[in-house]
C-alpha cells in the first residue's frame, strides 16, 4: 500500500469551488432497466396480490413457499432467535435498544391547543400512523442495529402495528436481525425481499396488511420501488452512499482519524470520508497513518478504493474556515475532533449528525449512542434530518370558531375569498356572519 | 339544473368498500410527454443558467427582458402594490398575516440536550433552512393567500432568504400577490414560472441564488419539474385535487353545507365534496339546496362537473360509523358539523385540517384561521402533515462522549459493528476503550 495517496485540496486555492464541486458529485442517475423492471414487479403485486409475491420469492431469492403463511416468522420465533444469539450480542443489542429508546422519546411531540378571546380555539393534533412497514436487507449486508434504529421510533411514536420484511435467499436466515426484531417490538415479519415486498406493503395482499410508510435501506431495486409507491405511502429517505467529514486541529491521535475515515470507507467503494484540518503536518501524519493500518483491515480493498476515488484531506486556514466548508458539504456525520467542540458547533449550520471532541467516535452513534443512525446524505442535510419519531407521527391541524369569532373572521375570509374571485368560499363564510 | 343528482352510498351496502374505492381513485399517472419537456427545460437551465430561463420566459410567458435583473421586483415595487390595493383587501391580509404567524409560531421547534451521569451529553440542535424558495402561480389562479401561507411559516422558522417566483405571461402583474410578498416578507421576487423558474430555484443561476427546499403549488409541469429536482432540494408535497369531507349530524341548515361543499367543487371540476350523515332526510335536503343554489353560483358548471363526477353522499349508521368512513379516507378538509365535536374528534385518526362545529366553514381556514391551507390531499393524511414551520427547519444528532462514557459505550459498539462483519467500526471504537 506504499503507493497509497488520497486527493489534497487546500481551500486558498483558486480552484477550490470546482474542485470541491466535482468530489462531491454523485450520480444517482435512474437505470432505466431496474426502472422497467421494479414496474412490473409493483403492477404483478398490486393486481395479483400474495399469488405474485410467492412467484417472485421463488425467483429472486430460491425459496418455495405453499402460502404467505408459511413466510411469516412467528413471535415465538423471533424469540428463539434472541435466546439463540451469544449473550453478549444479545445484552449488546439490548444495551443498544434501550439508549436509542431514550433518546427517542425526547422526540415525543404532545398535541396543543390555544383558545382565544372570543371562544375560538386552534390547535394541532398529533397522531401516530396507523401501521408502518420496515424493510430490512438480507445477506450479508443484513444490520441489527438498522432494525432497532428503524423499529424503536415507530414504537415511541405509538405506531400500532410495525411490519417487517427481510429477504432470506435460499432460506439463510440471520439470528441477530431477528433478535433485533424482537427486542424492538416489532409485530410482524415476512421473509419477503426485493420490489415485491415493497409492493406488498404498499399495497397489501390477502395476506400482507397495507402500511401507511415504509422505511429501511435496500438496494438499487428496492430504492426504486420505493421512490415509485411514494404517494400511495409515505417514505422516509432515499439515502446515497454514506459519508464522513471530520474536522480536527491536528491534536488527536492520527490513527484514531485514520480508522475513523475507514469506518465509513468500509461500507462500499461508494462511500466519501474526508478530513478537514489546518494542519498540514497533522494530514501527513494521518496518511502514513492510512498507510500503516490499511494492509491489518479485514476489507482493505474497499476501504482503499473508496479513499481513493472519494476520499479527500482539505487543507484550511483555521477552524472557522472548516466550519464554511463543512457548511456547504452538509456531511451525513460530522465529528469535530477539537478542543473547544462546543464553539466549533456555533458555526455549523448543516449536518447530519455532529461528534463532539476526540472521544467520540462516529461508530458510537451507529450501534447504541441513542440517536439514530439514519441520516440525510449527499448534502440533503441542508433540508432533511435523522430519522426520529416524528417521522411516524403527523399533525392535524384543529380549527374551532365560535359565533362570534365566524362572525369576525367571516368578514375577513369573505374580502379575501371575492379577491381570488371564489365566491362559494366567500358565500359560505357569510352564511355565518351575524345579520 | 333540475337533473342535478349526486352518487349516494350506504356504509352498509354489501360492495361499499368496493364502491368507496372507486370514488376516492384519482389518476395520478405522469405524463410522458410533460416529463420530456421538463426534463429538456431542466437540463437547459442547469447548463445555461440565466441565458436559458429568458429564452423560456419569452417562450411561455411572451415576456422579453434583457437581462434577468430586469425581471427581478424590487422591495419598492411590492411596496407600490401593496398601496396600490383596496383598503380593505390590505386590512383584511393584514389580519391573516397576523393570525397566521400567531399559529405558526407555536410551531417553533427548540433545540434541547441532556448530560448523563457519566458526562455524556446527547442533543439536537433544530436550524431553519439557508434559503426556500417559493413558487406562486400566476394569470387567473394567482392567490395572496398562498404567498402569506408559504412564506410566513418560512420566515418564523428563521430562513434567511425567502426567493419567490410569480410568472406574470404577457407582462400581467397581480397586485394582491405582490401585496402579499411585501407583508409576508419575501426577501426577493423573480417574474418567472414553469419548469424553468424551478429548475433557476434547484440549481441556481448567475442571477438567481440556489435555494435549499421549494414550496408551492403549480400546474402539471411545476409539479413534474419539482418531483425531477427533488434530492438536489427539499420540496413540499405534490398535491392531489383538493377535497372536503363533511361530516353532519343533521342540524345544520342545509344550505349552508351544501355551500361548503361548493367551496371545494368551484375549485376544479378534480375537488372532492363528501357528506357524511346518518340522517336520510338530511341529505335529501342538501340535495336540494344543491339544486337551488348551483344556479346562483359564479362557477355553477365547474361546481356541477366536480359534484357529479366526484362528489358523494355517504349515509352511515351513526357518528361512530362517520368517523370510521373519514378514516379511511383521511381527508384534506374535515368538517364536523355536529353539536359535540370534540367527542367526535377523538374518533378521528387522520386529516389534514379539522373544522369543529357547525360556525367553523372550510373558508375560514383558507385564508385567516391561522393554520395552514396547504394540506395533505388523496388520502395522504394518513402519513404527512400541513405545511408548517418544521418544513423549513432541520434536525441535527448532537452526540458528545465524555471519555467514560466512550468507554463503557465503545465495548457495546464493539460488539454489535463485530457482529455485522464492521471491523473499522470496531476498531475506531476500541481505540476509545481504556486499556
Given at each position: 500500500?506504499?503507493?497509497?495517496?488520497?486527493?489534497?485540496?487546500?481551500?486558498?486555492?483558486?480552484?477550490?469551488?470546482?474542485?470541491?464541486?466535482?468530489?462531491?458529485?454523485?450520480?444517482?442517475?435512474?437505470?432505466?432497466?431496474?426502472?422497467?423492471?421494479?414496474?412490473?414487479?409493483?403492477?404483478?403485486?398490486?393486481?395479483?396480490?400474495?399469488?405474485?409475491?410467492?412467484?417472485?420469492?421463488?425467483?429472486?431469492?430460491?425459496?418455495?413457499?405453499?402460502?404467505?403463511?408459511?413466510?411469516?416468522?412467528?413471535?415465538?420465533?423471533?424469540?428463539?432467535?434472541?435466546?439463540?444469539?451469544?449473550?453478549?450480542?444479545?445484552?449488546?443489542?439490548?444495551?443498544?435498544?434501550?439508549?436509542?429508546?431514550?433518546?427517542?422519546?425526547?422526540?415525543?411531540?404532545?398535541?396543543?391547543?390555544?383558545?382565544?378571546?372570543?371562544?375560538?380555539?386552534?390547535?394541532?393534533?398529533?397522531?401516530?400512523?396507523?401501521?408502518?412497514?420496515?424493510?430490512?436487507?438480507?445477506?450479508?449486508?443484513?444490520?441489527?442495529?438498522?432494525?432497532?434504529?428503524?423499529?424503536?421510533?415507530?414504537?415511541?411514536?405509538?405506531?400500532?402495528?410495525?411490519?417487517?420484511?427481510?429477504?432470506?435467499?435460499?432460506?439463510?436466515?440471520?439470528?441477530?436481525?431477528?433478535?433485533?426484531?424482537?427486542?424492538?417490538?416489532?409485530?410482524?415479519?415476512?421473509?419477503?425481499?426485493?420490489?415485491?415486498?415493497?409492493?406488498?406493503?404498499?399495497?397489501?395482499?390477502?395476506?400482507?396488511?397495507?402500511?401507511?410508510?415504509?422505511?429501511?435501506?435496500?438496494?438499487?431495486?428496492?430504492?426504486?420501488?420505493?421512490?415509485?409507491?411514494?404517494?400511495?405511502?409515505?417514505?422516509?429517505?432515499?439515502?446515497?452512499?454514506?459519508?464522513?467529514?471530520?474536522?480536527?486541529?491536528?491534536?488527536?491521535?492520527?490513527?484514531?482519524?485514520?480508522?475513523?475515515?475507514?469506518?465509513?470507507?468500509?461500507?462500499?467503494?461508494?462511500?466519501?470520508?474526508?478530513?478537514?484540518?489546518?494542519?498540514?503536518?497533522?494530514?501527513?501524519?494521518?496518511?502514513?497513518?492510512?498507510?500503516?493500518?490499511?494492509?491489518?483491515?479485514?476489507?482493505?480493498?474497499?476501504?482503499?478504493?473508496?479513499?481513493?476515488?472519494?476520499?479527500?484531506?482539505?487543507?484550511?486556514?483555521?477552524?472557522?474556515?472548516?466550519?464554511?466548508?463543512s457548511n456547504r458539504i452538509a456531511p451525513?456525520?460530522?465529528?469535530?475532533?477539537?478542543?473547544?467542540?462546543?464553539?466549533?458547533?456555533?458555526?455549523i449550520r448543516h449536518a447530519g449528525?455532529?461528534?463532539?471532541?476526540?472521544?467520540?467516535?462516529?461508530?458510537?452513534?451507529?450501534?447504541?449512542?441513542?440517536?439514530?443512525?439514519?441520516?440525510?446524505?449527499?448534502g440533503?442535510a441542508r433540508f432533511?434530518?435523522?430519522?426520529?419519531?416524528?417521522?411516524?407521527?403527523?399533525?392535524?391541524?384543529?380549527?374551532?370558531?365560535?359565533?362570534?369569532?365566524?362572525?369576525?373572521?367571516?368578514?375577513?375570509?369573505?374580502?379575501?375569498?371575492?379577491?381570488?374571485?371564489?365566491?362559494?368560499?366567500?358565500?359560505?363564510?357569510?352564511?355565518?356572519?351575524?345579520?
Amino acid at each position: 500500500m506504499s503507493d497509497f495517496s488520497i486527493t489534497r485540496l487546500n481551500a486558498s486555492q483558486n480552484d477550490f469551488d470546482g474542485s470541491l464541486a466535482s468530489l462531491l458529485a454523485w450520480d444517482d442517475s435512474v437505470d432505466h432497466q431496474v426502472n422497467e423492471s421494479v414496474r412490473h414487479i409493483l403492477a404483478q403485486v398490486k393486481a395479483r396480490g400474495d399469488a405474485a409475491v410467492l412467484e417472485f420469492t421463488e425467483q429472486f431469492d430460491r425459496l418455495k413457499a405453499g402460502s404467505l403463511a408459511d413466510l411469516e416468522m412467528s413471535k415465538e420465533r423471533l424469540q428463539q432467535s434472541l435466546e439463540a444469539i451469544p449473550q453478549n450480542q444479545r445484552t449488546a443489542l439490548e444495551a443498544a435498544a434501550q439508549r436509542i429508546r431514550d433518546y427517542h422519546e425526547r422526540q415525543n411531540q404532545q398535541s396543543w391547543h390555544y383558545q382565544e378571546a372570543d371562544g375560538t380555539v386552534l390547535g394541532q393534533k398529533v397522531t401516530p400512523l396507523d401501521r408502518a412497514g420496515l424493510y430490512v436487507p438480507g445477506g450479508k449486508a443484513a444490520y441489527p442495529s438498522s432494525v432497532l434504529m428503524n423499529a424503536i421510533p415507530a414504537k415511541v411514536a405509538g405506531v400500532a402495528e410495525v411490519v417487517m420484511v427481510v429477504p432470506t435467499p435460499d432460506g439463510q436466515v440471520n439470528d441477530m436481525v431477528l433478535a433485533a426484531a424482537a427486542i424492538a417490538g416489532v409485530d410482524r415479519v415476512f421473509t419477503i425481499g426485493g420490489a415485491q415486498a415493497v409492493g406488498a406493503l404498499a399495497y397489501g395482499t390477502e395476506s400482507i396488511p397495507a402500511v401507511d410508510k415504509i422505511v429501511g435501506p435496500g438496494n438499487i431495486y428496492v430504492a426504486t420501488a420505493k421512490r415509485e409507491v411514494f404517494g400511495t405511502v409515505g417514505i422516509d429517505m432515499i439515502a446515497g452512499p454514506s459519508e464522513i467529514l471530520v474536522i480536527c486541529d491536528g491534536q488527536t491521535n492520527p490513527d484514531w482519524i485514520a480508522m475513523d475515515l475507514f469506518s465509513q470507507a468500509e461500507h462500499d467503494e461508494q462511500a466519501q470520508s474526508i478530513l478537514i484540518s489546518p494542519d498540514k503536518a497533522f494530514l501527513d501524519s494521518v496518511e502514513a497513518s492510512i498507510r500503516r493500518l490499511l494492509p491489518t483491515m479485514e476489507r482493505a480493498d474497499i476501504i482503499a478504493e473508496s479513499l481513493k476515488s472519494r476520499g479527500a484531506f482539505i487543507q484550511v486556514a483555521d477552524l472557522d474556515e472548516a466550519a464554511e466548508v463543512s457548511n456547504r458539504i452538509a456531511p451525513e456525520h460530522l465529528e469535530l475532533s477539537v478542543d473547544d467542540p462546543e464553539a466549533l458547533l456555533e458555526n455549523i449550520r448543516h449536518a447530519g449528525a455532529v461528534f463532539m471532541g476526540r472521544y467520540t467516535a462516529e461508530a458510537l452513534g451507529d450501534y447504541c449512542a441513542g440517536p439514530n443512525h439514519v441520516l440525510p446524505t449527499s448534502g440533503t442535510a441542508r433540508f432533511s434530518s435523522p430519522l426520529g419519531v416524528y417521522d411516524f407521527q403527523k399533525r392535524s391541524s384543529i380549527i374551532g370558531f365560535s359565533a362570534s369569532g365566524a362572525d369576525r373572521m367571516g368578514r375577513v375570509a369573505s374580502v379575501l375569498a371575492r379577491g381570488e374571485g371564489l365566491t362559494a368560499h366567500a358565500r359560505s363564510a357569510e352564511y355565518r356572519i351575524k345579520e
